[in-house]
């Protein structure tokens, strides 16, 4: 068995967004991350996904047109979640969207263009802490929301599978409860 592997997957652990801290992977270290992160099973060779990469000025712009229209949207918000709101898209230095562009095919079943999709997403999530860095994956409200798509370049038809926030950790990673394996698998021998 391959202990390096072994000891990462044992102890992969996610960093919330909101305690990450520059520096984030430069541009060629985001090329490497996303090529890795398309070796994943893909029947067909679709390629049912791409990515749209949110750093430096680019996530202040869109996260203010995203916090104008939560604000439109909920005109009563309260100060603490307004500020959530106006931050989401910089809690982290790079934010990369895993946008599923599954749809019907003669052959491949949509459900398996969205799994591809599922797997990028931590394929990307293992290619950060390969290249150093901390990963959170998430969805998010903007990620359901029709107008919010739109402002983040999603186009219709689309879906996103995961906004991936990555930088450097900002406090080590916390243990969390995990399942039981034993109560979700049954054996067919």
Avoid at 98 to 109: C, F, L, N, R, W
Avoid at 138 to 152: G, N, T
Wanted: glycine share 6%; with cysteine.
């Amino acid at each position: 068995m391959n202990e390096a592997l072994k000891t990462y997957l044992e102890t992969r652990r996610s960093i919330p967004a909101n305690v990450m801290t520059e520096p984030g992977p430069d541009r060629d270290t985001i090329q490497e991350m996303l090529t890795l992160a398309t070796r994943v099973p893909d029947h067909g060779k679709l390629a049912p996904w791409r990515f749209i990469v949110f750093r430096g000025q680019g996530r202040d712009r869109i996260g203010a047109r995203l916090a104008e229209l939560a604000s439109r949207k909920e005109p009563d918000m309260l100060a603490e979640r307004r500020e959530q709101e106006e931050t989401r898209m910089t809690r982290a230095p790079v934010v990369i969207a895993v946008v599923s562009t599954a749809g019907e095919h003669p052959k491949i079943p949509e459900w398996e263009q969205v799994l591809s999709a599922g797997a990028v997403c931590l394929n990307l999530f293992m290619a950060a802490n390969a290249c150093g860095f901390s990963a959170n994956w998430l969805s998010e409200w903007m990620s359901y929301d029709p107008e919010a798509l739109e402002i983040l370049g999603v186009q219709p038809g689309e879906r996103i599978a995961g906004m991936l926030h990555i930088g450097t950790p900002g406090m080590p990673p916390s243990e969390r409860p995990r399942p039981d394996v034993d109560q979700l698998t049954t054996w067919v021998e």
